[in-house]
C-alpha cells in the first residue's frame, strides 16, 4: 500500500497499528469470535475497554479522583450546550473568551441557555491571533477558552490563571502537550482530532462543579447521570471508544506526553521554519500563537496555488488545503502524523521554491 | 474461526461479509490507501455513504420527499428528550403509551419538557402485553409508541391509527417487517439492535411538523438545524454510519423487507413452536403480543438453568440470557441472525427436555 502523509484536520490521522487492531476486532475481538461490533456493551470485555479508556485521560493528564471521565455521543458541538446546561445557575452568568468559529458557536448555545458576556475577542483581526490580558469576572459560574483553533492555526500558549472555574474545548490539541489538568474544572474534546476517530467526545469534569445549577435536568444532558452510568447509561458509541482507547494506549506505550510534546515541537519548527524562510510562502497567525497542531499558510503568488497542489499531490501528501472559509493551506500535525510526513512536506515547499521562486 | 450463535439484545449480530466490509475499511477505504477512521467526513466519499445511507432508510420505508432522514450521535437515549423538544409544543401536551422501561425513559424525559399525558400502560402487568383500545387525545401534539419492547420480549403487531402526529421509537425491530412509515411523523432507532453498530441512531421525521414549538432551540437539539446541515451540521460518528449504510445495503441485496419478513416469520415460529412444545420451557408474554425480534422465556424448573446454560453453551450458542431487570432468557433474532442459529438453539432445547423431563 502506497505510504500517504495525512496532514487531515479531522478526523485526522491515526497511528497504524492502531488502525490493525481496530480492523481485526471488527472481525474477530478479543478472541471472542465475535466482532467488537456485534457484542453487549454490558460484557466483561468491553466494559474493560470503557474502564482503560477513562483511567488512560486521568493517567495522561495526572489527576485524581476528584475528576471523572466521559466519553459521549453527539460531538463536542453537544457540549457547547452541555457546558453551560451544567454550570450555568439560572440566574449566573457565563464568560467567554471568542478565539475563532468553534468558540462563537461555543457562546451562541451558552446565550440560549443563560446570560453569556464575551470577554475577550481577537475577532477584530479575523481571529489571527490570541487575546490576553483580559480581566475575568470574579462573579461569572465560569470561564470557557478554546486551547486550539484549529481554522486559524492559532493556539493558547499558555492558560489564564481563572479566580472561577476554567472550561476548555480542547477538541484539536488534546493530550499534543504537557498542561496543568488539575487546573480545569472541565476539559471536553471530540475525539477526532487528536485521540481517535470520530463518533465520541471525551469529557473530564470535577465533580464537585456539578449539580449547581437549579435547573430539571434531562437525563441525556446531565453529566451526574453519565457519572453515576459509568459513562454507560445508555449504551454508548463503542468502537470509536475501542480506537480512542488504542490511540491513548499507543502514546503511553511510547512516552507519553513528554515524548508526543518534544515530537510535536520538532514537527512545529521543521515547517514553520520553512515558512518563514521559503520566498514563496507566509504564515497567517501572530507568531507567538502560532499552533502546533494546524499551521496555515499562504501563498505569496495565489495565482501559482495549482502548481503547488500538484507537487504535494505528486508527493502522496493528503488533506493540506485550508479550511474552507479561509483559503489557502493548513497542515495539521496532529499526534500520529510522523516527523517523516512533515519532512516530506517541507521537500516539497523547497522544490517548488526552486522551481518558481 | 469458530461459528458462534449471536442472539445478543443489542449491540446485536451483524451480516459476515458487512463485517468484513468494516474490517477492510479501518485499513483502506475505497482505495484511498488511507482509513475510513482518518479521513474528513466532507471529503467526496463519505459523502456518498452518508447520502447513501440515508436513502436506503427512505427506499426500504418506501417514503418521499416529505420525510427527512438524519443520523445522529447520543442514542435513542438522547432521541427521548429531542423529540418532545422539537414537537410538544410551549403550553401544549404529549400523548405516551407505556409499554416497558424504554417508553418509560421517553416519558421522563418528555415530563421535564412539558406536559406529557400516559394514555395506555401495560404496567400493571409488568408489560407482559401490549395495551389496546385506548383513546388518543385529538388535542394532543403527538402521540409517541414503542414498536417492540426489548426487555419483555412484545410487539406491537399492529398501529394505532392515530388522528394526531405519530412517533415511533423502532430501534429493536427497525425493518425488520412491512410498515405504512408515510403514516408516521417520526421514525427513530438506535442503530445497535437492528441495522448497524452502536454510535448512530436514525431519525426519520416529516418535514412539516418541525418548527411549531415556539422554543428558542439549542443547535444540537434542533432537528432542523441537522436537516439544513445534510445530517453533518458537526462531525458525524462517520464509522457507525458507513457500518449502518453496509448493512441496509446487504438488506436491500437480499431481498429488502419482504424478504427479511419472511425469514423473521420463519424464525420466530421455529422458537416459539418450540417453547410451546418442550415441557421444560413457557413463554411470559401474552401470545397475540409476542415480540418476533426478542424472544423471552423461562424454564419450568429454575434451578435447571445451570444445567442448560452448559447445554446452550457447549453449542457456542451466546447472549441468550434474560435482561438483568427480568432474568430467564431471551433470545434475540435480529435480520443478520440466520435461520440456522434459530435451529441449533431448537435443538438444544429438545436435547436438554430429552434428558431433564
Known amino acids: 500500500m502506497t505510504k500517504v502523509h495525512n496532514f487531515s484536520a479531522g478526523p485526522g490521522i491515526l497511528p497504524a497499528e492502531v488502525l490493525k487492531e481496530a480492523s481485526e476486532a471488527c472481525i474477530n475481538f ?18 474493560k475497554v470503557m474502564d ?16 471523572e471521565v466521559l466519553y459521549l455521543g453527539g460531538g463536542a458541538s453537544l457540549q457547547f450546550a452541555m457546558v453551560p ?38 475577532e477584530d483581526k479575523k481571529f489571527t491571533y490570541v487575546p490576553k490580558g483580559y480581566e475575568i469576572p470574579a462573579d461569572a459560574d465560569y470561564l470557557h477558552i478554546t486551547s486550539n483553533n484549529t481554522i486559524y492555526g492559532t493556539q493558547m500558549k499558555s492558560f489564564p490563571k481563572s479566580p472561577i472555574p476554567l472550561v476548555c474545548d480542547m477538541s484539536s490539541d488534546i493530550f499534543s502537550r504537557k498542561v496543568n489538568a488539575k487546573d480545569f474544572d472541565l476539559i471536553y474534546a ?7 476517530p470520530a463518533g465520541s467526545t471525551m469529557v473530564m469534569v470535577k465533580k464537585e462543579a456539578l449539580g449547581k445549577t437549579g435547573r430539571n435536568m434531562l437525563s441525556m444532558l446531565d453529566y451526574q447521570v453519565h457519572i453515576k452510568g459509568g459513562s454507560m447509561y445508555n449504551t454508548p458509541p463503542v468502537f470509536p471508544i475501542y480506537v480512542t482507547m488504542l490511540t491513548l494506549k ?14 510535536n515541537q520538532q ?8 515558512i518563514d524562510r521559503n520566498s514563496m510562502f507566509h504564515g497567517t497567525t501572530a507568531i507567538e500563537d502560532r ?16 502548481e503547488f497542489d500538484k507537487f504535494w499531490k505528486e508527493a502522496n501528501i493528503s488533506g493540506i488545503r485550508g479550511h474552507r472559509d479561509v483559503g489557502g493551506y493548513r497542515a495539521s500535525l496532529y499526534n500520529a502524523l510522523p516527523l517523516e510526513s512533515v519532512n516530506v ?13
Open 190 to 196: 471530540g475525539a477526532q482530532k487528536n485521540m481517535g
Open 345 to 357: 512536506l517541507v521537500e516539497v515547499m523547497k522544490a517548488f521554491e526552486k522551481k518558481f521562486a
Open 30 to 47: 478479543e478472541n471472542l469470535n465475535l466482532s467488537l461490533l456485534e457484542i453487549s456493551h454490558r460484557s466483561k470485555n468491553y466494559e
Open 291 to 306: 499552533s502546533f497542531m494546524n499551521v496555515c499558510f499562504l501563498m505569496n503568488k495565489p495565482e501559482l496555488e495549482p
Open 267 to 274: 514537527k512545529a519548527d521543521a515547517i514553520y521554519n520553512e
Open 250 to 263: 499507543w502514546l503511553k506505550k511510547n512516552g507519553g506526553i513528554s515524548w508526543i510534546e518534544n515530537l
Open 52 to 67: 482503560e479508556a477513562r483511567s488512560l485521560v486521568k493517567e495522561l493528564f495526572e489527576v485524581g479522583d476528584a475528576h
Open 85 to 122: 446546561y451544567n454550570l450555568l445557575r439560572e440566574n449566573g452568568t457565563a464568560a467567554y473568551v471568542n478565539t475563532g468559529v468553534w468558540a462563537s458557536k461555543a457562546i451562541k448555545e451558552a446565550k440560549i441557555i443563560g446570560t453569556t458576556k464575551v470577554i475577550a475577542s481577537s
